[in-house]
């Protein structure tokens, strides 16, 4: 006869299908039933880790008030680390000739919050995409993602002061809280960069340094330099 046993083909395929949608089901739920199981042993284990976390990100987001020396021709660190570059160079984009720089290596435990070494306008504002060099490198000033801040300050008639936020290999996000145009007070916040990087200071050629190679400064704090 012809198509003999069709129709229990038909079934048994059902049959077979509708047991591998049970099997699935089942094994889901099983697997569900599983990771709630172990996540419920572990919850206190992940509070915990959490916690930590949370204590850690208020630690590293740290922003402790500097005491602004009030002497008015003093020139305060930008940032909180260790000063590892001392140096003549040249900026020619908003200082626009010779200067002195002073660079601050931040390690991911220094405070990442950076302050206005000067009062004055906030003149200039640029942030150049670039590498993510170790900031450790002193090199990574030159190629490295980085945000030039140029202060036209109101301390000295036609004194130019710029501040380059450089990112580093885990700093990948720098974070101005100031614009062009912007007035601020001497020690004020100025931005943020998250975790290890680098800050640069290019000055008037006639200040006079006041700090030293390896000496570790505090942002809006310490004097380093000041105008003859």
């Known amino acids: 006869m012809k198509h003999k046993g069709k129709a229990t083909q038909a079934a048994l395929k059902l049959i077979f299908w509708t047991l591998v949608a049970l099997v699935v089901v089942t094994s889901l739920g099983i697997f569900a039933a599983l990771v709630g199981t172990f996540l419920a042993a572990?919850?206190?284990i992940l509070f915990g880790l959490w916690a930590l976390?949370?204590?850690f990100c208020l630690w590293f987001f740290r922003d402790p008030e500097p005491r602004v020396p009030p002497d008015g021709d003093a020139i305060v660190?930008?940032?909180h680390g260790t000063v590892?570059?001392?140096d003549e160079t040249t900026e020619a984009e908003f200082v626009g000739g010779p200067c002195r720089r002073i660079s601050i290596f931040l390690s991911v435990i220094e405070v990442h919050v950076q302050r206005a070494p000067v009062a004055g306008k906030i003149s200039h504002l640029k942030?150049?995409?670039g590498k993510f060099i170790n900031a450790l490198n002193q090199e990574s000033a030159a190629h490295n993602e980085n945000v030039l801040i140029g202060f036209d300050s109101r301390e000295r008639a036609g004194e130019k002061i710029a501040?380059?936020?450089?990112a580093g290999v885990l700093a990948r996000r720098i974070v101005p809280w100031i614009g062009a145009g912007d007035e601020v007070?001497?020690?004020?916040?100025?931005?943020?960069?998250q975790f290890g990087s680098r800050v640069d200071i290019y000055l008037p050629?006639?200040?006079?340094i006041r700090v030293k190679l390896g000496e570790r400064v505090r942002g809006g704090e310490t004097v380093i330099a000041a105008r003859t």
């Open 127 to 129: 942030h150049t995409p």
């Open 205 to 208: 050629p006639g200040v006079q």
């Open 77 to 79: 660190a930008p940032a």
């Open 163 to 166: 501040v380059r936020l450089i």
């Open 84 to 86: 590892d570059v001392i």
């Open 53 to 55: 976390f949370a204590l």
């Open 185 to 193: 007070a001497r020690g004020e916040r100025i931005s943020l960069i």
């Open 42 to 44: 572990m919850s206190g």
